[in-house]
């Protein structure tokens, strides 16, 4: 038995967190909510690279690489998962090739770049310009299963769009028509 992933792609602070929490109470059956932050967050801090070196990049890769396999063996085991990531493009290929046993619903969260703007400001808890660094490459491949945007939707909003997405037979489709 496989396990369904509700996989949330979009610039940082786009609401992919509040979109997940809110899913967590509106899916049916249990879903674990495994955000790329959380894997980043159990890094030791001793023994990691410092930001911004070539070597740091590579921890960042394995670690990303790492949180695409942990998704698929949480699918594989049967269990519903929620992903919170900012794709880049060989993100996208290996997720394309990790996942390609699961069913993947592909959700693009989109929020206009001011408003990512703002909100990150707002945080305070992101380097500056972050969302706008990721905005053009984040949904640069342009395939989802369904999209929302926060500047418009609130997360129960989206969430509720999501679970209504999911109860529909024959969903998800983006993950198998960007891998032909």
């Known amino acids: 038995m496989s396990g369904h992933i509700v996989f949330l792609n979009g610039a940082s602070s786009s609401g992919k967190s509040s979109i ?7 899916l049916p059956g249990p879903y674990f909510y495994l955000p790329r932050d959380a894997i980043n967050s159990m890094r030791s801090r001793t023994r990691t690279p410092q930001f911004g070196t070539p070597e740091f ?28 990531h900012v ?23 989109h929020c206009p770049l001011p408003e990512l ?6 945080r305070g808890d992101r380097p500056a310009g972050l969302a706008e660094r990721q905005y053009p490459i984040v949904h640069a491949h ?11 939707h609130s997360p129960k909003e989206c969430a509720q769009i999501i679970a209504e997405f999911i109860a529909k037979p024959g969903r998800s489709q983006a993950f198998q028509r960007l891998t032909h």
């Open 142 to 152: 342009g395939v989802y299963d369904l999209e929302c945007d926060t500047s418009v």
């Open 117 to 122: 703007r703002r909100r990150e400001q707002a």
């Open 20 to 26: 997940a929490a809110e899913l967590l109470d509106s």
């Open 57 to 84: 990049g590579e921890v960042f890769e394995r670690t990303v690489r790492g949180y695409h396999r942990a998704l698929a063996g949480l699918a594989a085991a049967g269990n519903g998962v929620i992903a919170d």
């Open 87 to 109: 794709l880049r493009p060989h993100w996208l290929a290996d997720c394309l090739e990790v996942l390609r046993e699961q069913e993947v619903t592909f959700v693009g969260v």
